[in-house]
Structure formats: C-alpha cells, structure tokens
C-alpha cells in the first residue's frame, strides 16, 4: 500500500515573539523537509506563480519568493520565477523583479504567450489544450502558490495554480473557463433579449448576461452564487419558458478539466522533481486576477508544502476550514460586493459559505485523486508550533541595539 503523504505545515502563530520562531524560519524548515536533494546542478526550475494583475498585490510576498529561490540555488540550479505575460510585464509594479526575487521572471508561453504545445484532453468533448511552452521547457516545478477563494470554482489552489497558470490566454480563457457552458442550461431557441432581461432583474448577483454582438444570453458562472442553496430567483423569473436553470454539472465541468489540465503539467515533469508549496496569507475571497486589493475573508493560516498536490490542497482547505470566516470583516462588506449564506453555521466550507454550495473547493483534488495524482488521505507534520517554539529557548542577541551589518 501506498505511503500516506506527508503535508509540512508552518503556522503563523508562533509560541514566542522571537525570530527564531517566524514564518522565515518555519518556511526554511518546511524547504528542508521537502528535500530539495532531487533537484541536480544545472536543473532549469520553474517556479509557477500568479503575479497578479494591476493593483492586485495580495500574492506570495516577494520575501517568502527570494527564501526559496535562495534553496534552490544551493543545489547548484538555475531557478526562474514565471506566470502570464501580462502578469510578468507588471511584476516590478507589486515588487517582483529580477533583484528582489533573486532570479529572471520570464514569461510561461513566451513574450507573445504562444509559445505552447498541443496536449491531448478528453473532458466534456475538449480533446486539447494549449500548455505553456516554457513551464514544459524546465526540469523542476515549484508549484509556488498564493491560497485564495475563487468566483468558478470555490478556491484557488495549488491545481488552479499550473491548470489555469500553465496554458496560453486562450486556452485558459476560452477553453477552461468556456468549459462551464457545454452543458446546455437553457433553450437557446427560445431565449429572447427581454427575457434575458426578465430574468437577469431577478438576480441579485447579475449573473445573467446577454452578449449584443452575438445576440446570445448566458450565465456569468463566476458570479453567481446559487442563491445560497435557496430558491433560484432566475429560475423563478424564467417561468419555466427557456428551460433556464443552474445546474451542479456546469460548476464540476470546470473543476474537471482543471484536474486534467494539472495532470498534463505534472506528467511532464519526474514525480521527484515536482513540489507544491501554498501560502494561505491574505486570503482574498477572490482571484489574485481581480487586479485590486480585497478583504482578507478568513485570517492568516500559514505555509502548507508537500510533494503530493492532492493532499496539499486538501490540506490546505481542511485548515482553513477550522479558522474559518472571519464574521467581522463580512459585515463589513456590501452585498452588492459579495453575498454570502445567511445561514454562516451551515456545513459548508468556508469558501462554499461565500461562493454557493455547488462551488465545493475539494472538488479539484477529488478528480486529481480519481486521475491518480495524489492522495487525500495525509500526515499533517507541523513544523515548529505555537507549542513547541513557546519552551525553546530564545538566542541571546534578540534586537538591534546599534547597526549590525558589519
Ligand atoms: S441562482 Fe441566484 S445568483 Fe445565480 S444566477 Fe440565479 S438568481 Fe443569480
């Protein structure tokens, strides 16, 4: 029987207020225990990141970038940071470059983003998708990702990191997000632009949408919420007349191929040349893609790292879960900006809780798991708790009494 793998956890409460208990050094252990030994000299690593885009600047702190960067130099490797063109193009502006990352930021699919190679898939009639040439170019993967929740899918984790992060635009846009549309949720014989509209008032969330230039309505699926489990407004307001409704199978579709666009990522790399490592601080209720600062929904967690990318997410949903959503900062929020479950007691995750129930965040990592990338059964090691590092002697020269970079 397989191992059980093993999930190297570093939270961000520490025992004591001293530096050898912070994240720094949390996250340098974590990297010991990862073991970056199978990484040889002059291995090309690939360290896949989102960027962000815009003014979104709640990504994986240009600090935590450089720590690993740094490890993965001492094995003699050449690493490179690397995510989207645009993402690329604008990093300086959120303080990722060359300098303070330690490492070349390269674009994933070249600087015109069509550097890709043409993979076999089988989802939903999909049969291939455009993976990202210089992602498939490297001999190791850092799966380096920032935990957040996400409009499509409930939670933007480690898959959604290399399965929406290592394809092209197109196949990222089109293909992967397209995917939630093949499932035919109304007749579109019958859809008129005034029913659409009909329709469309009803929904708190204006998810219904009609394109002008195509004369064709559609469900923005990101946005809406399933009113929560309760009686679908649009559903109501359709009267029955197109068919119209908001169905389990749309949301799964995409967490599908996500899946098995992650598959085709890891199967290009060793299985002994592949870490995922996610970092579960400013959880933002949505995608680092949303170009502009949100609220952090649910307090920092820490550093989840493991080989094993089923059980990192997994991992990482399962801590989350128990510190749940922060009540303060939701009553804060308008509900034209976001609309959670009024029942906040309900047993749904906490991602569930704002993105609707059919968003169910371990659904990705179920299918990697059928696909056999992983497994969700895991050993959560936690790598100097609150506990531990409370009874361990500080070291003497604490604070900077006078310059100390003599
Ligand atoms: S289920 Fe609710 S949120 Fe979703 S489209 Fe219908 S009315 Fe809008």
Not at 53 to 78: L, S
Not at 164 to 178: A, K
Not at 195 to 221: D, G, V, Y
Request: with cysteine; charged share 25%.
């Amino acid at each position: 029987m397989a191992s059980v793998p093993e999930v190297y956890y570093g939270s961000l409460i520490s025992g004591v207020t001293s530096r050898f208990a912070n994240m720094s050094e949390k996250l340098d252990k974590i990297l010991e225990m990862l073991d970056f030994s199978t990484i040889e000299k002059r291995d090309k690593v690939a360290v896949k990141m989102h960027l962000g885009f815009n003014d979104g600047y709640q990504t994986v702190p240009v600090f935590f970038v450089r720590r690993i960067v740094e490890a993965i130099k001492e094995q003699g490797a050449f690493p490179f940071v690397t995510d989207n063109p645009t993402a690329v193009y604008q990093a300086a502006e959120r303080g990722y470059t060359a300098e303070t990352c330690g490492c070349p930021i390269i674009p994933v699919a070249g600087v015109k983003d069509k550097y890709v190679k043409k993979k076999k898939v089988e989802v939903e009639g999909i049969t291939s998708l455009n993976a990202a040439g210089v992602l498939l170019d490297a001999d190791v993967l850092i799966n380096l990702t920032h935990s957040k929740g996400h409009g499509s899918c409930g939670y933007g984790g480690a898959f959604k990191n290399i399965a929406l992060g290592g394809y092209s635009g197109p196949t990222r846009w089109q293909t992967i997000h397209g995917i939630v549309h093949r499932d035919k949720y109304f007749d579109e014989s019958k859809m008129t632009k005034e029913h659409l509209e009909t329709i469309k008032a009803a929904c708190p969330r204006n998810a219904p949408q009609w394109n002008e230039t195509t004369e064709k309505a559609s469900l923005m699926f990101y946005d809406c919420d399933q009113c929560h489990g309760g009686k679908k407004l649009c559903e109501d307001a359709d009267g029955g007349l197109t068919g119209w409704t908001v169905k389990q199978e749309n949301f799964d579709a995409f967490q599908e191929i996500m899946a098995a666009a992650a598959k085709i990522i890891l199967d290009s790399f060793e299985s002994s040349k592949v870490f995922h490592i996610n970092f579960m601080l400013d959880i933002t209720p949505f995608c680092d893609c949303m170009g502009m600062a949100m609220p952090s929904v649910i307090d920092d967690v820490g550093i989840a790292a493991s080989r094993d990318i089923v059980a990192v997410d997994t991992a990482s949903l399962d801590l989350i879960r128990k510190v749940g959503l922060n009540r303060d900062v939701l009553a804060r929020i308008p509900e034209k900006y976001m609309r959670v479950n009024p029942n906040l007691s309900a047993r749904l995750h906490p991602f569930q809780l704002i993105h609707g129930p059919m968003k169910d965040p371990y659904r990705v990592a179920q299918y990697g798991e059928k696909m056999g990338l992983g497994s969700s059964k895991y050993k959560l090691v936690e790598i100097l708790s609150a506990d531990q590092t409370a009874n361990m002697e500080p070291p003497k020269h604490q604070y900077e009494g006078g310059p100390t970079f003599f």
